[in-house]
């Protein structure tokens, strides 16, 4: 397989140019080019680090693949959601969700909030892709949203920005990050419909991170902060997400 040979050229390449200083070496060589990613100094930091600089040396503007309508999974998988929501989030809920306002700030030049019907009026991309979580399962799904970048650029991200951090309505439980080539990538959405549906509670409803090429844990639900910034360290335990905490890599693609 084509992949295949090139991670292991790369691999090659890598440990070849770190020579006996082996794994570390590689390290400091990734981190000279900014290819660490923030979750590195964990346990499985130096296997991760390769994945990543290999996907972000090879495979930066790759697409997910996209599957035709017939393909579709039904009845849908929807996973648990963890602890239990805010009571504000049923308020929301029953109203329809037109309280709900989707914050972006941080390195941008005009912070902004946006309601559902902002979201709503922006140019939308529908696309049908694979979910899959960690776990195991796995379901293809049609998700309609507006692409991140969209919104990015409405905000004015500025050129130094490296990272794009989301948030969820549990801030503390499940928030995440991508490096500015993901944020950026054209079938990342924040997706509002699955299926030609409005999202519901269990599919994280109103607004949902869609992330299609890496692990369903990335695809946050019920999104409505981001920030734009250039120090990921700042952020929680300075990991890039709330997935390393789990024990999963901030960095999930294939
Ligand atoms: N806010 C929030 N987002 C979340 C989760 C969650 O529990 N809370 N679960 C994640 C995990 S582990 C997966 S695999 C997917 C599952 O998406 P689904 O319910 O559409 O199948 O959502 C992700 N997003
Ligand atoms: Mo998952």
Same mark, same amino acid.
């Given at each position: 397989?084509?992949?295949?040979?090139?991670?292991? &050229?790369?691999?090659?390449?890598?440990?070849?140019? *770190?020579? *006996?200083?082996?794994?570390?070496?590689?390290?400091?060589?990734?981190?000279?080019?900014?290819?660490?990613?923030?979750?590195?100094?964990? =346990?499985?930091?130096?296997?991760?680090?390769?994945?990543?600089?290999?996907?972000?040396?090879?495979?930066?503007?790759?697409?997910?693949?996209?599957?035709?309508?017939?393909?579709?999974?039904?009845?849908? &998988?929807?996973?648990?959601?963890?602890?239990?929501?805010?009571?504000?989030?049923?308020?929301?809920?029953?109203?329809? &969700?037109?309280?709900?306002?989707?914050?972006?700030?941080?390195?941008?030049?005009?912070?902004?909030?946006?309601?559902?019907?902002?979201?709503?009026?922006?140019?939308?991309?529908?696309?049908?892709?694979?979910?899959?979580?960690?776990?195991? =399962?796995?379901?293809?799904?049609?998700?309609?949203?507006?692409?991140?970048?969209?919104?990015?650029?409405? *905000?004015?991200?500025?050129?130094?920005?490296?990272?794009?951090?989301y948030r969820s309505i549990q801030p503390d439980y499940w928030w995440d990050s991508l490096d500015i080539f993901e944020a950026r990538h054209p079938q990342t959405l924040i997706a509002y419909a699955v299926n030609g549906s409005d999202?519901?509670?269990?599919?994280?409803?109103?607004?949902?991170? $869609?992330?299609? $090429?890496?692990?369903?844990?990335?695809?946050?639900?019920?999104?409505?902060?981001?920030?734009?910034?250039?120090?990921?360290?700042?952020?929680?335990?300075?990991?890039?997400?709330?997935?390393? *905490?789990?024990?999963?890599a901030w960095f999930a693609g294939e």
């Amino acid at each position: 397989m084509k992949n295949l040979s090139r991670r292991r &050229f790369l691999t090659a390449g890598i440990v070849t140019a *770190a020579g *006996a200083a082996g794994l570390y070496g590689a390290e400091r060589i990734a981190n000279h080019y900014g290819l660490i990613p923030p979750d590195a100094a964990t =346990w499985y930091g130096p296997g991760e680090t390769l994945d990543y600089d290999v996907q972000r040396i090879f495979g930066r503007h790759a697409l997910a693949r996209e599957f035709s309508p017939s393909q579709i999974t039904h009845p849908p &998988f929807r996973n648990e959601i963890g602890p239990k929501l805010p009571a504000t989030y049923y308020q929301m809920e029953q109203n329809g &969700f037109r309280d709900w306002q989707l914050k972006i700030d941080g390195l941008v030049s005009n912070p902004a909030s946006f309601s559902l019907s902002d979201i709503h009026s922006f140019p939308a991309r529908s696309q049908i892709t694979m979910l899959s979580c960690e776990e195991g =399962w796995s379901y293809i799904g049609e998700w309609t949203g507006v692409p991140l970048s969209h919104l990015l650029d409405l *905000a004015g991200a500025k050129p130094n920005a490296t990272y794009v951090v989301y948030r969820s309505i549990q801030p503390d439980y499940w928030w995440d990050s991508l490096d500015i080539f993901e944020a950026r990538h054209p079938q990342t959405l924040i997706a509002y419909a699955v299926n030609g549906s409005d999202l519901t509670l269990r599919t994280g409803a109103p607004l949902r991170m $869609r992330v299609p $090429r890496q692990l369903g844990y990335k695809s946050v639900k019920f999104i409505n902060h981001i920030t734009v910034t250039d120090d990921i360290k700042r952020f929680g335990d300075g990991l890039g997400s709330s997935d390393p *905490a789990y024990g999963y890599a901030w960095f999930a693609g294939e």
